[in-house]
């Protein structure tokens, strides 16, 4: 057994390497020389895992200098930080901040300002503390993170620290809610000495110990402020509260080399959960193509020689079989143009997928760069608007279309505008909720500009060439008058096959789609794109071969109407996923108001919208493939 997988396990010994082992780098380093002022930067405050009953309860997030929450502000205002595309469309909103930090200089104790909160400001505040918000700082590149042991014992870095904290230690009261005004930085640095002799030191770790103290201006101390008392500060709803903004700073000299300082961050809390998965999916892969190949090696070898020795102007009524429906398999389907615009979209989202997942894979793609995620996305499914206008013209010319001035408009519009449309009107309860996720409208009209500036030509330049491409010719004549179908077993159906099929595939995804979940919800950094890579390719061979199997038995009961339900089969993936966000969301999450809730099943519905198209479409062509090549091995006289 060893001997034949050898190739393939040098294949995933290969791959897991590169899972594991390969470094994400980053910008070009910033070195510091002592007592040089190093920026630190505040973005928005984000919720995070309520420890009580382990539950998200909200997804929306707030902008730091938001008016309600009262934060200290540099002086002349904060100043917006500029911010990649992507950064902005996940939410990011990065501005400078009052505090100052010098490379190698110890502060303990520093005044940064005083603010009064009113009952009304102080309410919102505390329902946020209630709601285990998180800060997000960054100092050099590197978020303020919270030192964190996970259960096999290691520490690790979880970015972001809470705005509050709240007491139930005491049973029969009511649990005491604290705010944090002081803050604990302890910050390391690498030190390098360059040539004659001059010393640089580079931030290669930030940590943030947050505290809730009741502290006061005192001119006479070192740095302005009297940190001395124990007692926290409690937020009072009915009356002004006084809350003076301390922090202290502690360099701390480390060995860890800039290059590995996002080691730290990039944790993984347990990964044989991830080769469980992978291994899993193998099997079920090793095991469908294993069916593909029985089905093709020796059912359609003895079907393709049986058929081919028949007469069909004699017994051939008398058979039945998959060769019974050759007349009418290359039938046009309803509704051509709309498939051929799916197929179109699907084939651009495939390669922007594969795309961006191996620019992850090689490490473009860096932490430290945030947004550039989102930002390659964006761009490649720009730049691969060509293919989506080629893959939909030559389909539909296929397909025998005729209206093609329509296909050509609708190709870069209909999936786009949809897409666009549902993100607009999410985004409206954003706005009103004062969210910082709100996209502003600039960003709104660069994105049209952007798609109708590159996109549009680029999606109306592949349909001109698809069009004067020669159609793909059927390797067998079509009836004019089309064969009565016979009656179809329960399995055969369209709801029962795609229950069947979907599932599959959805099972190669389950685990790494968990941990994306958890990314893009917990406003986490998602990083395991060797894991991805590999599940990626294995999602495909699952779509592909599933969907083949049930195509061949739905033949071989004499069904023709094979293009969408070869679509919705592979398709029907999605179905999963959107029910796998539901049960996320019954299980996970305890979103309170309207907007969260509006917003956590409107993003999942569009992401099991675009899984739809990507999967059905890996499914109409692997099954294309395989109906073109069995009906052309066969003799039609």
Same mark, same amino acid.
């Given at each position: 057994m060893r001997t034949p997988l050898g190739p393939l396990g040098l294949g995933i010994l290969g791959l897991s390497s590169l899972a594991s082992a390969f470094y994400l780098p980053g910008v070009a380093p910033t070195d510091y020389k002592e007592k040089d002022k190093v920026p630190l930067f505040v973005n928005r405050l984000t919720p995070a895992l309520v420890s009580s009953d382990q539950q998200l309860h909200s997804i929306v997030s707030y902008d730091y200098y938001h008016p309600i929450l009262g934060f200290c502000e540099p002086e002349g205002g904060p100043k917006q930080v500029s911010e990649s595309l992507g950064s902005i469309l996940f939410g990011d909103r990065i501005f400078t901040s009052p505090f100052q930090l010098e490379m190698g200089q110890n502060q303990t104790c520093k005044k940064l300002c005083t603010k009064t909160y009113s009952g009304h400001n102080a309410n919102f505040v505390n329902r946020r503390i209630w709601q285990n918000f998180n800060f997000n700082w960054l100092i050099d590149g590197l978020p303020a993170a919270t030192r964190t042991l996970d259960d096999n014992g290691k520490f690790f870095y979880s970015q972001g620290f809470p705005l509050g904290e709240v007491d139930v230690s005491e049973e029969g009261k009511n649990p005491s809610v604290y705010f944090n005004?002081?803050?604990? @930085? @302890? /910050?390391? *640095?690498?030190?390098?000495?360059?040539?004659g002799g001059e010393k640089r030191y580079r931030v290669v770790g930030v940590v943030v110990q947050p505290k809730s103290k009741q502290s006061k201006p005192d001119s006479k101390g070192t740095f302005g402020a009297d940190c001395s008392s124990e007692k926290k500060v409690m937020l009072d709803t009915k009356e002004d509260t006084e809350v003076t903004f301390t922090y202290s700073v502690y360099w701390r000299p480390s060995k860890t080399a800039w290059a590995t300082r996002w080691d730290q961050y990039l944790h993984v809390f347990d990964p044989k959960i991830h080769w469980f998965s992978l291994v899993n999916s193998a099997i079920i892969v090793v095991f469908l193509t294993g069916m593909v190949v029985m089905v093709l090696l020796?059912?359609?070898?003895?079907?393709?020689?049986? *058929?081919?020795? !028949?007469d069909?102007?004699?017994?051939?009524?008398d058979d039945s079989g998959w060769k019974l429906v050759h007349g009418d398999v290359f039938r046009a389907p309803k509704n051509p143009m709309l498939l051929s615009i799916f197929l179109g979209s699907g084939a651009q989202l495939f390669f922007m997928t594969g795309a961006t997942i191996a620019f992850a894979l090689l490490g473009f793609l860096s932490p430290s760069n945030r947004g550039s995620l989102g930002t390659?996305? /964006? !761009?490649?499914?720009? /730049?691969?608007? @060509? /293919?989506?206008? *080629?893959?939909?013209?030559?389909?539909?010319?296929t397909l025998?279309?005729?209206?093609w001035k329509r296909n050509i408009v609708f190709t870069p519009v209909f999936i786009p505008g949809v897409v666009f449309g549902t993100f607009f009107f999410l985004n409206l309860f954003l706005v009103f909720e004062g969210s910082s996720g709100a996209v502003p409208l600039t960003t709104m009209i660069a994105l049209i500009g952007i798609w109708f500036v590159i996109s549009v030509p680029l999606s109306f330049a592949g349909s001109w060439f698809g069009f004067r491409a020669p159609a793909f010719e059927s390797p067998v004549r079509t009836n004019q008058i089309p064969r009565q179908i016979p009656p179809q077993v329960t399995y055969l159906r369209p709801i029962p096959s795609m229950l069947l099929v979907g599932i599959l595939p959805f099972g190669a995804i389950f685990v790494e789609l968990y941990f994306i979940m958890n990314s893009i919800w917990f406003h986490k950094v998602y990083y395991m794109f060797g894991f991805l890579f590999i599940c990626y390719g294995i999602m495909i061979v699952t779509c592909s071969t599933v969907t083949i199997l049930m195509i061949y038995f739905? !033949?071989?009961s004499e069904n023709y109407h094979w293009q969408w339900r070869a679509f919705f089969t592979s398709g029907a993936c999605a179905l999963y996923i959107f029910l796998n966000a539901i049960f996320y969301w019954i299980s996970k999450l305890s979103l309170g108001g309207l907007t969260s809730n509006v917003l956590y099943l409107g993003y999942s519905a569009l992401i099991g919208f675009l899984c739809f198209i990507l999967?059905?479409?890996?499914? @109409?062509?692997s099954t294309w493939m395989f109906v073109r090549r069995i009906y052309a091995s066969i003799k039609i006289d």
């Open positions: 005004n002081h803050y604990d @930085f @302890f /910050i390391d *640095y690498h030190e390098l000495v360059k040539r020796r059912a359609l070898r003895k079907d393709i020689a049986r *058929y081919n020795q !028949l069909l102007n004699e017994d051939v009524q390659i996305m /964006i !761009l490649l499914y720009t /730049i691969f608007g @060509f /293919i989506g206008g *080629y893959v939909s013209a030559r389909v539909y010319k025998g279309g005729d209206a739905l !033949l071989c999967t059905g479409t890996i499914g @109409f062509f």
